[in-house]
């Protein structure tokens, strides 16, 4: 499989993720405007992702009405052997996530070196380093091998990133030129409420994370200002590693998810100055409970 080709299979899976997290039952239509404002991507790479979705059976396209979720996104009819493949390298992402954040892996490696250390052949670890470039935590070297970007590993880090978050999220609530988007303010109570009537139990540590994300970029794009919505983006991106290890932690995120849902209420009532301080609470409150030394240890009970 080519480079294109893993990066097109590495945004399928992406949708997949946005559509469990959603809540999104079949034949709901997939439109490639939606998908590329949800997952700011262009249309070109969203459609041949879409392509690889019809030929594993998860997406249906109708002519002159264009795409549908079908059944299968309750009930996967892919066999075994893909859904095992599937499920072992969801694992393996996660150990090399866990690896990287508590520093037993080197910031620079070579492939030869990481197909020893996880004892896999080399197509099954470039699909899984093209889905880790795709969400900007690693760089392919111009000479050999692979860079690891540098995300938030300290406990110093992780707490002045969410003073960074602090200063600006909830100053984007009530900036000038905010604009409540009842398209953006729906698609994040759909999420919020299916992670509410279930999720936080049943979707996977990733899930949780981009709902999370979702969320908080949600907000940001409603401020009308880029370099905020920038920001926000590039905190996300950062503390990715971290966030998986917080998303173990599902009575957290039940909690989080509350006072998510409580940010969007105010919100729809048009208290946008009450839900500034809401979420500013709600973030101090994360920044003192998440942002402890334990979480950066090798065990986490």
Known sequence: MNMANQ???????????????????????????????????????IRAALALLIEDGYVQQMPNRGFFLGNVIAEPTLPAAEQDASSDDE???????????????????????LMRRYDISRPRLRRILTRIATEGWIERREGRGWSFVQLID???AYRESYELRQMLEPAGLINDSFKLDETILSRLRQQQVMVRDGGWKSLSQIELFETNATFHEGLAQMSGNRFLLGTIERQNQLRRLVEYRQTLNREQVRGQNNEHLD???????????EASQILAHHLGNAKNRKARSAIFESAIE
Request: glycine residues 8%; hydrophobic residues 40%.
């Open 263 to 273: 940010i969007l209420d105010t919100l729809e009532k048009g208290l946008r100055f």
């Open 7 to 45: 990066l097109h299979r590495a945004l399928a899976a992406k949708i997949l993720r946005y559509v469990r997290t959603s809540g999104l039952q079949a034949g709901h239509h997939l439109t490639e405007a939606s998908l590329s404002d949800v997952l700011g991507t262009s249309r070109g790479p």
């Open 91 to 113: 694992a393996l992402y996660l150990s090399i996530a866990d690896d990287r954040l508590m520093g037993n892996i080197a910031r620079t490696v070579s492939e030869p070196d």
């Open 154 to 156: 300290s406990v110093e």
